[in-house]
């Protein structure tokens, strides 16, 4: 007997099958999709294979002409048309996104889906604006041009799912490629349902693809694909070096935006306050972000008042059921990434770390907001990503002792530094290995800008002019001028 190829989560219907080609398509086996909130199975989702991956390639490559030919101008329609329907069904997205991932509705609602809306107008309109001055060499014209490079395989994590993955899909589909999206297993439902709104919008079909599965499963046979030109990944170091092997047999060319271990400095001279708040935003998202600061390097001589206000505002945090408005902090993910939590947080307690605060699981998916200190340098809790509500301290007492710790890791995605002298701002930014530093800030992020890791949090950079350097195939054409003689 057929399954039932829908579901129905937070009153809103989700197709459960992949989109292939302009249609659903099942597999035999499925797997379940859970929700960090209680547990509950929400959807049984088609669980993709070499066979579904060879498939949405195929679908892609076919795809792939017709698109890249759509002039510019049309193309930006239709993504801005997508951009409409994602602000449309913006209340269910989110709401569907936070029973998948249990990250805040009021985030979703207010900050991640008008982001995702965003993705494609911003990617459609700099595409039109996309252009590189022409310069002439001994007479000659230098032009210039971005060519679409071809089927794009996009795979990315659990963490912000939309998000990240428009954040692909947009500049993919704008710079001419077509593209499969593989989401994560643990959160793969908006990605179905912007499936239906491109459709709705007009894209055609095949130019825009969604496969699911477990990565180990389909993974392989979309990275080593023979017709795929570009892969864009988001997700942790051990995978993306996986897929860079994967990847090698055809010499794809990758984008890679992985972990981090970030740190965030607090010198004397800062405001306090706005370096607590910094400090405490990190537990955002549970503690699941890539870019979150989780080193924070206090200076010495304000260290104790730090942490007495960082304690209080802390225990203002209310950490509950992600879909109350009221709620600071939400479950995490999956009981296996609360292990792997707990894991890092009980090897640390074993090798001497103190807990400030937290230091423990709570009832269901929630683990306590953590801080830790009297921890090493060269300890397992300040070199890895835990990826959980959990921050360490550490104290310096120079300012070249603090880059010092801020830089030895093996990760450079971000920094975040609080002081309130502008010329140290500038000395300690220079000196620090990340793709991204704030100062004085946290997490603006203009889609303009370059985003990636240094290290081994990433290869390449997105955003911008940068997005379409990835999926484009940049051209340089130069032309004589009229009646040149080459040989002359
Ligand atoms: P992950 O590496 O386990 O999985 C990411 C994606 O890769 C999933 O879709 C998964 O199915 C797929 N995958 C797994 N094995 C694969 C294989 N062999 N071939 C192809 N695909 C495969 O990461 P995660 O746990 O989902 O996400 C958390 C990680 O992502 C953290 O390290 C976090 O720092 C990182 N992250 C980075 C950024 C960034 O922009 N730098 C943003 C968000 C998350």
């Given at each position: 007997m057929a399954r039932e190829p829908e579901a129905t989560v937070g009153g809103v219907a989700v197709d459960t099958r992949h989109w292939i080609g302009g249609e659903r398509v099942d597999s035999a086996e499925t797997f379940a999709d859970v929700s960090p909130?209680?547990?509950?199975?929400l959807a049984e989702i088609a669980r993709g294979t070499g066979t579904e991956a060879a498939a949405a390639v195929a679908a892609a490559k076919t795809a792939f002409p017709a698109w890249a030919a759509t002039p510019p101008a049309e193309r930006a329609r239709l993504l801005h048309a997508i951009a409409d329907g994602v602000e449309q069904r913006l209340e269910e997205l989110a709401l569907v996104e936070t029973h998948d991932n249990g990250a805040l509705l009021r985030s979703h609602r207010r900050g991640v889906m008008p982001r995702v809306a965003h993705n494609f107008r911003f990617f459609a309109d700099w595409l039109l604006g996309l252009a590189h001055e022409d310069f002439e060499t001994r007479g000659h014209r230098n032009h210039v041009s971005w060519d679409p490079a071809g089927p794009s395989v996009l795979i990315t994590p659990w963490n912000a799912p939309l998000m990240l993955a428009t954040w692909k899909i947009a500049p993919a589909l704008a710079a001419g490629n077509s593209v499969v999206l593989k989401p994560a297993e643990w959160s793969p439902l908006t990605a179905s349902l912007l499936a239906d709104i491109a459709a709705e919008a007009g894209l055609p079909a095949g130019v825009f693809n969604v496969v699911q599965g477990y990565g180990t499963e389909i993974g392989d046979a979309l990275t080593s694909h023979p017709d795929v030109r570009r892969i864009s990944f988001t997700g942790s170091v051990p995978t993306a070096k996986r897929i860079a092997a994967s990847a090698a047999a055809n010499l794809t060319p990758l984008s890679l935006e992985l972990g981090g271990k970030s740190p965030l400095l607090v010198f004397a001279d800062a405001d306090l306050d706005l370096a607590v708040q910094l400090a405490v935003e990190q537990y955002d998202n549970a503690g699941q972000v890539?870019?979150?600061?989780?080193r924070l390097l206090v200076e010495d001589s304000v260290a104790a008042e730090f942490t007495r206000r960082f304690v209080d505002k802390a225990a203002a945090l209310k950490q509950g059921d992600p879909r109350d408005e009221a709620t600071d902090i939400g479950p995490n993910i999956h009981a296996r990434q609360l292990d792997k939590i707990d894991g890092f947080v009980r090897r640390a307690l074993d090798s001497g770390a103190r807990a400030v605060i937290g230091g423990h699981r709570q009832d269901g998916l929630y683990y306590a907001p953590t801080l830790l200190t009297d921890v090493a340098q060269d300890s397992e809790i300040v070199q890895e990503?835990?990826?959980?509500?959990v921050l360490t301290l550490q104290t310096f007492v120079t300012e070249d002792e603090a880059v010092a710790l801020a830089n030895?890791?093996?990760?450079?995605l971000a920094a975040t530094l609080a002081t309130g002298d502008p010329e140290r701002a500038e000395r300690v930014t220079a000196k620090l290995v990340a793709g991204t530093v704030w100062v004085n800030c946290f997490f603006v992020r203009d889609l303009k800008a370059p985003f990636g890791g240094s290290r081994q949090s990433g290869v390449g950079r997105e955003g911008g002019t940068w997005s379409f350097d990835f999926y484009c195939d940049v051209k340089n054409t130069v032309t004589a001028p009229k009646g040149w003689l080459s040989h002359g």
């Amino acid at each position: 007997m057929a399954r039932e190829p829908e579901a129905t989560v937070g009153g809103v219907a989700v197709d459960t099958r992949h989109w292939i080609g302009g249609e659903r398509v099942d597999s035999a086996e499925t797997f379940a999709d859970v929700s960090p909130i209680d547990g509950r199975v929400l959807a049984e989702i088609a669980r993709g294979t070499g066979t579904e991956a060879a498939a949405a390639v195929a679908a892609a490559k076919t795809a792939f002409p017709a698109w890249a030919a759509t002039p510019p101008a049309e193309r930006a329609r239709l993504l801005h048309a997508i951009a409409d329907g994602v602000e449309q069904r913006l209340e269910e997205l989110a709401l569907v996104e936070t029973h998948d991932n249990g990250a805040l509705l009021r985030s979703h609602r207010r900050g991640v889906m008008p982001r995702v809306a965003h993705n494609f107008r911003f990617f459609a309109d700099w595409l039109l604006g996309l252009a590189h001055e022409d310069f002439e060499t001994r007479g000659h014209r230098n032009h210039v041009s971005w060519d679409p490079a071809g089927p794009s395989v996009l795979i990315t994590p659990w963490n912000a799912p939309l998000m990240l993955a428009t954040w692909k899909i947009a500049p993919a589909l704008a710079a001419g490629n077509s593209v499969v999206l593989k989401p994560a297993e643990w959160s793969p439902l908006t990605a179905s349902l912007l499936a239906d709104i491109a459709a709705e919008a007009g894209l055609p079909a095949g130019v825009f693809n969604v496969v699911q599965g477990y990565g180990t499963e389909i993974g392989d046979a979309l990275t080593s694909h023979p017709d795929v030109r570009r892969i864009s990944f988001t997700g942790s170091v051990p995978t993306a070096k996986r897929i860079a092997a994967s990847a090698a047999a055809n010499l794809t060319p990758l984008s890679l935006e992985l972990g981090g271990k970030s740190p965030l400095l607090v010198f004397a001279d800062a405001d306090l306050d706005l370096a607590v708040q910094l400090a405490v935003e990190q537990y955002d998202n549970a503690g699941q972000v890539c870019l979150a600061g989780t080193r924070l390097l206090v200076e010495d001589s304000v260290a104790a008042e730090f942490t007495r206000r960082f304690v209080d505002k802390a225990a203002a945090l209310k950490q509950g059921d992600p879909r109350d408005e009221a709620t600071d902090i939400g479950p995490n993910i999956h009981a296996r990434q609360l292990d792997k939590i707990d894991g890092f947080v009980r090897r640390a307690l074993d090798s001497g770390a103190r807990a400030v605060i937290g230091g423990h699981r709570q009832d269901g998916l929630y683990y306590a907001p953590t801080l830790l200190t009297d921890v090493a340098q060269d300890s397992e809790i300040v070199q890895e990503e835990v990826f959980g509500p959990v921050l360490t301290l550490q104290t310096f007492v120079t300012e070249d002792e603090a880059v010092a710790l801020a830089n030895d890791t093996r990760f450079g995605l971000a920094a975040t530094l609080a002081t309130g002298d502008p010329e140290r701002a500038e000395r300690v930014t220079a000196k620090l290995v990340a793709g991204t530093v704030w100062v004085n800030c946290f997490f603006v992020r203009d889609l303009k800008a370059p985003f990636g890791g240094s290290r081994q949090s990433g290869v390449g950079r997105e955003g911008g002019t940068w997005s379409f350097d990835f999926y484009c195939d940049v051209k340089n054409t130069v032309t004589a001028p009229k009646g040149w003689l080459s040989h002359g």
